[in-house]
């Protein structure tokens, strides 16, 4: 990716009126920028990283806001160019005035508008953080729980790229060894023997293996689990999300059908989000009369079919319907089921989780709040979850692909060197090709267009 330097501008604080407000620029010379935005100090210019109280200007003079005036020299700020930034008060008027301004008086050095995760992307090309670390900006902004915000600021510290950083050393290491000899070919004889290179290989895998648990773990706290809850009218699905969720978001009602659209609710259990879609008395599109209605049955089924597990409640004190029968027969094979019997308060049943072939059932009263914690523990069980006490690192989808096809690598390296010394060749080759996928982890050799999709995904002023 080429570096832009061209001066930056945004808003980074987010929309809408706060205490104060925060203009940030980012380029290679901010000067006329500062000295026609900012009153300077008699001495004409801001000693960097101190704040500075002072007015910020029109053209004419006139006062557009007073704050505090900060600025960073190259390359000891976030974005490793000159920063600064302006402090104002924080409304979406006075910020829009003095962003307007600092364009205004930018013209001459070509500043523009910063584009969604600019600031950060221009961190990672200028080597202020590797790319694991910038995506742990951007999830540390978004984490939806205190653990996921936990690990994400674990992440954009440095932790998982070190340990990343590691696995590629030792594979580095190896590496050498093995081409060392294929450099040689008269010492290729008794090689996998005389080297540790089988013992050097296990321990790698070893910890790549650990890696790898930390990392989903980390990524179910990103991502959290996709819930279906389905069930006829009335059964109890909104008794039940309200109880799970300890608020009244749902529309409780004793009058069949009141959900008509989907909700998603996302609650937490151990900190990990759990995101619960209600569906709306899940029926057959074809049988659906109007539009509206029949679009929004398809789209419940396309949540059906993309869950991690669908929850189909039941009235225990009624038993199965024939509607029942039939969504039954319409769920995904792939997705697994936990039938939820409500309302054992009138059936007389005791609570407890019971596992059939083809689901398991558990037992509860959601308006009695009886069973919930067989249900709570249930979802952990189906996530995946693990209490290790271990630190996790928020990774992404991609990381666990890039950690996956690594491990692929070093498998297959690992059948070769059980075999014999005439596939040194092919051993070599499998061991760069899983230190190139660990080294997209932390962006080293990674495509424009990766970086693009990555950094788009930002907000605005990042
Ligand atoms: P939904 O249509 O599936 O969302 O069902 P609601 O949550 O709106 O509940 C329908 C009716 O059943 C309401 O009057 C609830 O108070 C009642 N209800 C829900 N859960 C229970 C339960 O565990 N026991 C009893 N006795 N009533 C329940
Ligand atoms: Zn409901």
Redesign the pocket.
């Known amino acids: 990716m080429n570096i832009d330097s061209t001066p930056i501008v945004a808003i980074a604080t987010a929309p809408g009126r706060g205490g104060i407000g925060v203009v940030r620029l980012s380029g290679k010379d901010l000067a006329p920028v500062m000295a026609a935005v900012c009153r300077l100090p008699a001495s004409g210019n801001l000693q960097p990283r101190h704040a500075t109280y002072l007015d910020f200007v029109q053209a004419d003079g006139t006062v557009i806001d007073q704050g505090l005036a900060i600025y960073f020299k190259a390359p000891h700020s976030y974005t490793g160019e000159e920063v600064l930034e302006l402090q104002g008060h924080g409304g979406p008027v006075v910020l829009q005035m003095l962003l307007a301004r600092c364009l205004e008086a930018g013209q001459s050095i070509g500043l523009r508008l910063a584009q969604p995760g600019e600031f950060t992307q221009r961190a990672f090309l200028n080597d202020k953080l590797d790319l694991a670390q910038a995506e742990a900006v951007a999830d540390l902004i978004e984490a939806s729980t205190e653990a996921a915000a936990k690990s994400a600021s674990q992440s954009l510290s440095g932790a998982f790229s070190k340990v990343i950083r590691e696995l590629v050393d030792k594979v580095i290491h190896l590496r050498m060894l093995v081409e060392a000899t294929l450099d040689f070919p008269e010492e290729e004889i008794d090689f996998l023997e005389k080297s540790d290179a089988r013992g050097q290989l296990s321990r790698i895998r070893e910890s790549l293996e650990r890696v790898f648990a930390q990392a989903a773990q980390g990524a179910l706290l990103r991502e959290g689990l996709n819930v279906v809850l389905a069930?006829q009218?009335?059964?109890?699905?909104?008794?039940l999300l309200n109880a799970l969720a300890g608020s009244d978001v749902a529309i409780?009602?004793?009058i069949?059908g009141?959900?008509r659209d989907r909700v998603t609710e996302t609650i937490q259990i151990e900190g990990i989000p759990i995101n619960i879609i209600d569906t709306a008395g899940i029926r057959d599109a074809i049988e659906a009369s109007d539009e509206v209605e029949r679009i929004g049955i398809e789209r419940t089924w396309s949540a059906v079919r993309e869950a991690d597990v669908i929850l189909h409640?039941l009235d225990a004190s009624r038993g199965p319907t024939r509607a029942d029968e039939d969504i039954v027969g319409r769920f995904p094979e792939t997705v697994p089921v936990i039938r939820l019997w409500?309302?054992i308060?009138?059936s007389g049943h005791q609570p407890g989780v019971e596992r059939s072939t083809d689901a398991t059932h558990i037992y509860l009263?959601?308006?009695?709040h009886v069973g919930l914690e067989l249900l709570r523990s249930e979802l952990l069980r189906i996530a995946g979850w693990q209490q290790t006490g271990e630190s996790l690192y928020l990774a992404r989808e991609r990381h666990l692909a890039a950690l996956k096809s690594a491990r692929n690598h070093l498998e297959m390296a690992a059948e070769l060197a059980a075999q014999s010394d005439q596939a040194l060749d092919l051993f070599a080759e499998e061991l760069r090709l899983a230190q190139e996928r660990l080294n997209s982890i932390t962006g080293e050799f990674t495509s424009d267009d990766l970086l693009g999709v990555i950094f788009s995904r930002f907000c605005i002023g990042k």
């Open positions: 069930g009218p009335n059964v109890g699905k909104s008794s409780v009602t004793a069949a009141t959900t409640m409500n309302k308060d009138l009263s959601a308006t009695d």
